[in-house]
T-cell receptor
């Protein structure tokens, strides 16, 4: 159990375009989902926390107008990178939690390359 | 600033030996502590979590927590080449149990 999927697994886009990444909890309802970013040779950095039906909470330094997060249902959250630039190229990973005191289950990640 | 510190390594141990990974954290309000393993190009996978002071064992893995010293460790017994990966220490805090990750320790188990 506790499977989280992400789509796409890999995406290449041109600078200035937008990219949407989906995160789904397949066998449980996720009251909270988290979005992380990981640059090469670095650790995961939390970008934002999203709760179903409410606005996401962004970490300091993360532009909410650039990284749009929608958590429309208990099994789906989306991250849209708007007007992507090469410096946005990174490994984006989501995680989902069935409750506030439960552990997080990670998706397989999405590798974004902006050319 | 909530910080989680790990020795980046690389740490090399021979097959069959005990690998010891260490982590310190700055926020005394931290509630739960996690060890994740991450293979290159993959997302993290949970190995163990610990909430209370003391030791917690799961197979070849033992997590140790000392809240007074703000220190958590992971011991891997009978290390195998397949254990070669980056090990991430993570600490949860806040009402939503956000995770703060350390920079990771790269472990290589030599056959």
């Amino acid at each position: 159990g506790a499977v989280v999927s992400q789509h796409p697994s890999r995406v290449i886009c041109k600078s200035g375009t937008s990219v949407k990444i989906e995160c789904r909890s397949l066998d449980f309802q996720a009251t909270t989902m988290f979005w992380y970013r990981q640059f090469p040779k670095q650790s995961l950095m939390l970008m934002a926390t999203s709760n179903e039906g409410s606005k996401a909470t962004y970490e300091q330094g993360v532009e909410k107008d650039k990284f749009l997060i929608n958590h429309a249902s208990l099994t789906l959250s989306t991250l849209t990178v708007t007007s992507a630039h090469p410096e946005d190229s990174s490994f984006y990973i989501c995680s989902a939690s069935p409750g506030p005191a439960a552990e997080q289950y990670f998706g397989p990640g999405t590798r974004l390359t902006v050319t | 600033q909530k910080e989680v510190e790990q020795n980046s390594g690389p740490l090399s141990v021979p097959e069959g030996a005990i690998a010891s990974l260490n982590c310190t954290y700055s926020d005394r309000g931290s509630q739960s502590f996690f060890w994740y393993r991450q293979y290159s190009g993959k997302s993290p996978e949970l190995i163990m979590f610990i909430y209370s002071n003391g030791d917690k064992e799961d197979g070849r893995f033992t997590a140790q927590l000392n809240k007074a010293s703000q220190y958590v460790s992971l011991l891997i017994r009978d290390s195998q080449p397949s254990d070669s990966a980056t090990y991430l220490c993570a600490v949860s805090h806040g009402s939503a149990r956000q995770l703060t990750f350390g920079s990771g320790t790269q472990l290589t188990v030599l056959p």
